[in-house]
Protein backbone atom coordinates (compact mmCIF):
# COMPACT_ATOMS: atom_id res chain seq x y z
CA UNK A 1 0.00 0.00 0.00
CA UNK A 2 1.68 3.57 -0.95
CA UNK A 3 0.59 5.95 1.17
CA UNK A 4 0.22 9.97 0.45
CA UNK A 5 0.72 11.71 3.89
CA UNK A 6 0.50 15.63 3.74
CA UNK A 7 2.29 17.92 6.32
CA UNK A 8 0.05 18.82 9.15
CA UNK A 9 -0.71 22.39 8.78
CA UNK A 10 -0.94 24.22 12.48
CA UNK A 11 -1.93 27.38 12.34
CA UNK A 12 -0.27 29.85 15.05
CA UNK A 13 -2.23 31.65 17.62
CA UNK A 14 -5.91 31.99 15.85
CA UNK A 15 -8.70 32.12 17.05
CA UNK A 16 -11.85 31.24 15.62
CA UNK A 17 -10.72 30.41 12.53
CA UNK A 18 -10.82 27.16 10.31
CA UNK A 19 -7.69 26.85 8.18
CA UNK A 20 -8.78 23.91 5.62
CA UNK A 21 -6.68 23.52 2.53
CA UNK A 22 -3.67 24.21 3.51
CA UNK A 23 -2.39 20.86 4.77
CA UNK A 24 -3.06 19.14 1.69
CA UNK A 25 -0.43 19.22 -0.90
CA UNK A 26 1.46 17.43 -3.27
CA UNK A 27 4.29 15.96 -0.99
CA UNK A 28 3.53 12.17 -0.69
CA UNK A 29 5.41 9.35 0.63
CA UNK A 30 6.17 6.95 -2.07
CA UNK A 31 8.08 3.68 -2.50
CA UNK A 32 10.47 3.22 -5.37
CA UNK A 33 10.15 0.49 -7.38
CA UNK A 34 13.41 -0.75 -9.07
CA UNK A 35 14.22 -3.13 -11.84
CA UNK A 36 15.03 -1.72 -15.52
CA UNK A 37 13.64 1.12 -15.08
CA UNK A 38 12.43 2.97 -11.57
CA UNK A 39 8.74 4.42 -11.04
CA UNK A 40 6.69 6.25 -8.73
CA UNK A 41 3.55 4.14 -8.12
CA UNK A 42 0.75 6.26 -8.21
CA UNK A 43 -0.47 6.45 -4.15
CA UNK A 44 -3.83 4.71 -3.45
CA UNK A 45 -4.88 6.28 0.31
CA UNK A 46 -4.59 9.79 1.40
CA UNK A 47 -4.19 10.60 5.40
CA UNK A 48 -5.16 14.09 5.63
CA UNK A 49 -4.95 15.58 9.01
CA UNK A 50 -6.94 19.35 9.57
CA UNK A 51 -5.50 20.27 12.51
CA UNK A 52 -6.97 24.08 14.39
CA UNK A 53 -7.05 25.65 17.53
CA UNK A 54 -9.02 27.77 19.50
CA UNK A 55 -7.76 29.90 22.94
CA UNK A 56 -9.54 31.78 25.43
CA UNK A 57 -10.23 32.34 29.19
CA UNK A 58 -13.41 30.11 29.11
CA UNK A 59 -13.25 26.59 28.69
CA UNK A 60 -17.29 26.23 27.90
CA UNK A 61 -16.88 29.15 25.03
CA UNK A 62 -13.30 27.26 23.99
CA UNK A 63 -15.62 24.18 24.24
CA UNK A 64 -18.25 25.57 21.78
CA UNK A 65 -15.95 26.98 19.55
CA UNK A 66 -14.38 23.60 18.61
CA UNK A 67 -17.40 21.97 18.22
CA UNK A 68 -18.74 24.52 15.70
CA UNK A 69 -15.70 24.42 13.67
CA UNK A 70 -15.25 20.40 13.80
CA UNK A 71 -19.12 20.88 12.41
CA UNK A 72 -18.00 23.04 9.67
CA UNK A 73 -14.85 20.95 8.15
CA UNK A 74 -16.82 17.88 8.46
CA UNK A 75 -19.90 19.57 6.44
CA UNK A 76 -16.83 20.82 3.97
CA UNK A 77 -15.84 17.54 3.70
CA UNK A 78 -19.17 15.93 3.43
CA UNK A 79 -20.15 18.09 0.97
CA UNK A 80 -16.92 18.43 -1.25
CA UNK A 81 -18.02 14.26 -1.99
CA UNK A 82 -16.08 12.29 1.09
CA UNK A 83 -17.57 10.01 2.97
CA UNK A 84 -18.81 10.47 6.63
CA UNK A 85 -17.10 7.15 7.61
CA UNK A 86 -13.96 8.41 6.18
CA UNK A 87 -13.81 11.14 9.09
CA UNK A 88 -12.07 11.19 12.32
CA UNK A 89 -11.81 13.41 15.59
CA UNK A 90 -9.13 13.42 18.23
CA UNK A 91 -10.00 14.54 21.43
CA UNK A 92 -8.97 18.17 22.14
CA UNK A 93 -5.45 18.71 24.31
CA UNK A 94 -6.32 21.49 26.56
CA UNK A 95 -3.54 23.81 27.78
CA UNK A 96 -3.78 26.04 31.26
CA UNK A 97 -0.61 28.14 30.48
CA UNK A 98 -0.97 29.91 34.32
CA UNK A 99 -1.44 25.96 35.43
CA UNK A 100 1.60 25.01 33.64
CA UNK A 101 3.37 28.43 34.14
CA UNK A 102 4.43 28.65 30.05
CA UNK A 103 7.15 30.52 29.12
CA UNK A 104 7.15 29.29 25.64
CA UNK A 105 5.98 31.33 22.56
CA UNK A 106 3.24 29.01 22.21
CA UNK A 107 0.85 31.00 24.91
CA UNK A 108 -1.40 33.49 23.05
CA UNK A 109 -1.57 37.19 24.92
CA UNK A 110 -4.43 37.64 26.98
CA UNK A 111 -5.80 34.30 27.07
CA UNK A 112 -5.58 31.83 30.10
CA UNK A 113 -6.53 27.98 28.21
CA UNK A 114 -5.87 26.45 24.61
CA UNK A 115 -7.46 24.10 22.66
CA UNK A 116 -5.75 21.92 20.05
CA UNK A 117 -7.92 19.27 18.23
CA UNK A 118 -8.05 17.47 14.71
CA UNK A 119 -10.36 15.90 12.42
CA UNK A 120 -8.44 13.45 9.84
CA UNK A 121 -9.50 12.40 6.83
CA UNK A 122 -8.66 9.04 5.19
CA UNK A 123 -9.67 7.85 2.44
CA UNK A 124 -8.94 5.83 -0.59
CA UNK A 125 -10.72 8.42 -3.21
CA UNK A 126 -6.71 9.77 -4.05
CA UNK A 127 -8.32 11.60 -7.01
CA UNK A 128 -11.25 13.28 -5.18
CA UNK A 129 -8.07 14.44 -2.73
CA UNK A 130 -6.44 16.01 -5.25
CA UNK A 131 -8.88 17.80 -7.61
CA UNK A 132 -10.50 19.27 -4.10
CA UNK A 133 -7.36 20.86 -3.97
CA UNK A 134 -6.31 21.83 -7.32
CA UNK A 135 -3.38 19.66 -7.52
CA UNK A 136 -4.36 17.64 -10.55
Known amino acids: MNLMLPRAYQPGNTSSTILLLESLDDSRINESVRGLSER ?3 A ?3 IWPIVFKE ?3 NLNAIHNMISDNRGA ?4 LIDSGFKP ?5 SVPQITDFIAEQSTSGDAPTNARYMAK ?4 LRTVDVAM ?3 GHGIV
Request: glycine share 4%; hydrophobic share 35%.
Open 40 to 42: EPP
Open 44 to 46: DLV
Open 55 to 57: AGN
Open 73 to 76: IKKF
Open 85 to 89: EDISE
Open 117 to 120: ASIT
Open 129 to 131: AKK
